[in-house]
């Protein structure tokens, strides 16, 4: 237990260090979505996203608890890691495993820079879910891991794929012969309801557009073979080595299941064909929990290199962060939602040609349109119906905000992201 409380409070440190970085493109969509759904928009139907409803939902709560603003935001990241935490700590004991190290390697590698770990993207929610529902299969709470499960599918569909291979593991190797039909029974049910509640609008969004998303699901798992080098090849290398070690040396039973976690993260980590870096983090659970099988020699080498590998990206600044990562596109996004919070009034309604959901987030100025960025106009079977819904909600008098607001020097092109920014008052 001591190894949980020191862990946790070694988590929210290394969070709190870049509490002030500016926010990805994703999480800031996400949050605005949150926002205009508190604001009486309808989700799919008004505001056009492409993933399933209950991340919209995680970030309404928080929002509602703690405020539109980056606190909200930072809580839903150290709360779901904590709870990863916590459930890993809990199954490592069950597959007799060493849970010091278990937990030693979330606290050190699930923030990683290289995997963008410190910021609340969908994979933190669908790891804290996936984890809780293995710990409540492996405990004999059915009908707590079926729900685990289900929510893990409702952050994003393809977290499916985790109990299809591994709840055929638990009733053959562990006996648990009843958590597979109430997870179906209850998928079932679940799903039935969300189609229901949000109708076409929903199926569109988050199966037809994702369906063009993707593209070939053949060649994303070919591709993705090649794709794992680049982050197994900084950071995630020396856990990942006693990972492979830890496998060896389990029991039976337990090294199945955990060829089943790691079968189902590549499936994962492969079907949506993009490979961004945050995707990595869907292997952190097989990681976690095989280091704490290895030998206690290999468990330590591997975690103090993996600190000698992360501890240089702590001397950064937040921005340097965000630079390390992206570039300096988020950097300029934030600093110009602020000059528009500061220049225009609260009730200016704002449109962007462009990708960067930041001006709205740090702005704090709801979008014209609840299709708010450039990829569905630009790409995928909808781009024709969604512009013509955007030329719509365009109206009333449009003011053109020179791009020099930004402190860039770009050219006007509109394909550019984001900084073309009109506002429009009604």
Known sequence: MKILIFCILALVSLRLYTFHEPLERDITTYSVI???MLNGRALYSELWDHKPPLLYYSYLVSQVLFGYNELSVFILNIGSSILSLIAIFL?????????????????????????????????????ASLLWGLYFSLSSKNFLAGISFVAASLYKQIAILFPFFILPILYLCFKKKEILLKTILLGITTWGVTFLAYGDPFFKCVFVYNSSYAGSLIDNLLKGFVSLTPAFATAL????????????????????????????????FSLPGKFYPHYY?????????????????????????????????????????????????????????????????????????????????????????????????????????????VERDLIGEIVVI???????????????????VYICKR
């Open 281 to 389: 983090q869907l292997f952190l659970p097989f990681i976690c929990l095989a280091v704490g099988s290895a030998p206690k020699v290999l468990a330590i080498a591997s975690l103090l290199f993996t600190v000698l590998l992360e501890a240089p990206n702590y001397i950064l600044t937040p921005d340097d962060w965000s630079v390390k990562k992206y570039g300096e596109v988020f950097l300029r996004s934030k600093e110009m939602g602020l000059k528009l919070k500061s220049a225009l009034p609260p009730e200016t309604l704002l449109y962007q040609f462009g990708a960067e959901t930041g001006l709205y987030f740090y702005s704090k100025l709801s979008p014209v349109s609840g299709v708010f960025y450039d990829y569905p106009l630009m790409y995928g079977p909808f781009k024709e119906e969604l512009s013509k819904r």
């Open 402 to 420: 020179n791009r020099s607001l930004s402190g860039c020097n770009h050219s006007e092109d509109l394909s550019e992201p984001g900084f073309k």
């Open 34 to 36: 949150a926002n205009e």
């Open 91 to 127: 199954v490592t004991r069950i597959l007799n495993g060493d849970s010091r190290f278990s937990c030693l390697v979330w606290t050190v590698l699930s923030g990683s820079l290289g995997i963008e770990g410190n910021q609340p993207n969908v994979e933190v929610f669908i790891n």
């Open 237 to 268: 290398l020396p856990c990942s080595i006693a990972a492979l070690c830890g496998l060896y040396f389990s029991e039976n039973k337990v090294r199945i299941l955990l060829l089943g976690i790691l079968v189902s993260a590549f499936f994962m």
